[in-house]
T-cell receptor, first 118, second 107 residues
Framework: GAVVSQHPSWVICKSGTSVKIECRSL??????MFWYRQFPKQSLMLMAT?????????EQGVEKDKFLINHASLTLSTLTVTSAHPEDSSFYIC??????????????FGPGTRLLVL | GQNIDQPTEMTATEGAIVQINCTYQ??????LFWYQQHAGEAPTFLSY????GLEEKGRFSSFLSRSKGYSYLLLKELQMKDSASYLC????????FGKGTRLHILP
């Protein structure tokens, strides 16, 4: 089946630095990628939706200047947390789809990236 | 508004059966999903219901009643590895996740 990878799986950084997280679809073309954030014991919260070659659509309350999303190719999307602060520490997960809207596409989550900001 | 409710935690015994309920209120409906999520990992897909009724897949079954805004996930012959969070999610124009039910399996 389709595989979605994320890199890095773990990152620890100092407050004020920027962190880039990559999400790759390994064997299919991902026309749409979704970025989620999950705090401990909380649900997955959708942050933004990105379509290849266009600007991301951010959910209400998510700062687009702080969470920069780039979806420059059909296999790669990046999320950059700029000037990270301790409250940004969370589990970031991407999900990729080929745009057909089928059930199988809902399965393709990346393994997640755990960010800890000191 | 959009709302998905499921119990926060449940406990069951190895070998037993457990039912995890989910109720939802959404502006639209294009299917309901159940995911399993182990601590520190991404969710993995378990089931999908778009029509009323029961979908069975091995030890796991999922039921949907659209008129009642209700679904349940039934896990049979529980194993220790089933200890995880179970997320109910509804697709409207996007997929909305519930907060998850943490299932503890006792030996």
């Amino acid at each position: 089946g389709a595989v979605v990878s994320q890199h890095p799986s773990w990152v620890i950084c100092k407050s004020g630095t920027s962190v880039k997280i990559e999400c790759r679809s390994l064997d299919f073309q991902a026309t749409t990628m979704f970025w989620y954030r999950q705090f401990p014991k909380q649900s997955l919260m959708l942050m933004a939706t990105s379509n290849e070659g266009s600007k991301a659509t951010y959910e209400q309350g998510v700062e687009k200047d702080k969470f920069l999303i780039n979806h420059a190719s059909l296999t790669l999307s990046t999320l950059t947390v700029t000037s990270a602060h301790p409250e940004d520490s969370s589990f970031y997960i991407c999900r990729a789809t080929g745009g057909g809207g089928g059930v199988s596409e809902t399965q393709y989550f990346g393994p997640g990236t755990r960010l800890l900001v000191l | 508004g959009q709302n998905i409710d499921q119990p926060t935690e449940m406990t069951a015994t190895e070998g037993a059966i457990v039912q995890i309920n989910c109720t939802y209120q959404t502006s639209g409906f294009n299917g309901l999903f159940w995911y399993q999520q182990h601590a520190g990992e991404a969710p993995t897909f378990l089931s999908y219901n778009v029509l009323d009724g029961l979908e069975e897949k091995g030890r796991f079954s999922s039921f949907l009643s659209r008129s009642k805004g209700y679904s349940y996930l039934l896990l049979k012959e529980l194993q220790m590895k089933d200890s995880a969070s179970y997320l109910c999610a509804v697709r409207d124009d996007k997929i909305i996740f519930g907060k998850g039910t943490r299932l503890h399996i006792l030996p």
